[in-house]
């Protein structure tokens, strides 16, 4: 694995937190948390590749920050942002209703704050 390539996953992160905002402002919450989860996460894996050089395979941004070693504060805020990986794409996941309807602006404003603190945390291990 070429290790420069955090980079990539960085940009991506940066790219995804963009879509997040913008689907924020148009009302599209359940696609604002996934999009934010996103971006966690592939900074989170921009900072294994670029700090510990390995690639880790897991979605949990809860579980990407435990091994890198972050604040347990931010460790449970990950824990949030992992709610948005599946459930807000997938309708089998609840009861009735599409994923959308089962999101409002606040769940959005909140899983942004958060992927803007995990970014801001994996740029400060990166430098």
Same mark, same amino acid.
Request: net charge neutral.
């Given at each position: 694995m070429?290790?420069?390539?955090?980079r990539d996953?960085?940009? !991506?992160?940066e790219?995804?937190f963009?879509s &997040?905002?913008?689907?924020?402002? !148009?009302?599209?919450?359940s696609k604002a948390c996934?999009?934010s989860q996103?971006?966690a996460e592939?900074?989170l894996?921009a900072?294994?590749? &670029?700090?510990?050089?390995?690639?880790?395979?897991?979605?949990? @941004?809860?579980?990407l920050?435990? *091994? &890198?070693?972050?604040?347990?504060?931010? @460790?449970?805020a990950?824990? *949030?942002?992992?709610?948005?990986?599946i459930?807000t794409?997938?309708?089998?996941?609840?009861?009735?209703?599409?994923?959308f309807r089962?999101?409002g !602006?606040?769940?959005?404003?909140? &899983?942004l704050d958060?992927?803007r603190? @995990?970014?801001d945390? @994996?740029k400060?291990?990166i430098r």
């Amino acid at each position: 694995m070429s290790y420069e390539r955090y980079r990539d996953w960085l940009d !991506e992160a940066e790219d995804d937190f963009s879509s &997040a905002e913008i689907m924020l402002r !148009e009302g599209k919450y359940s696609k604002a948390c996934f999009f934010s989860q996103q971006a966690a996460e592939k900074a989170l894996k921009a900072l294994h590749i &670029a700090k510990y050089r390995r690639y880790e395979e897991t979605h949990s @941004v809860s579980e990407l920050l435990r *091994r &890198a070693e972050a604040p347990d504060e931010l @460790v449970r805020a990950g824990d *949030r942002l992992d709610r948005f990986y599946i459930p807000t794409r997938y309708p089998n996941v609840w009861p009735s209703g599409a994923p959308f309807r089962h999101y409002g !602006e606040e769940d959005a404003k909140d &899983a942004l704050d958060t992927s803007r603190r @995990v970014m801001d945390f @994996v740029k400060k291990q990166i430098r």
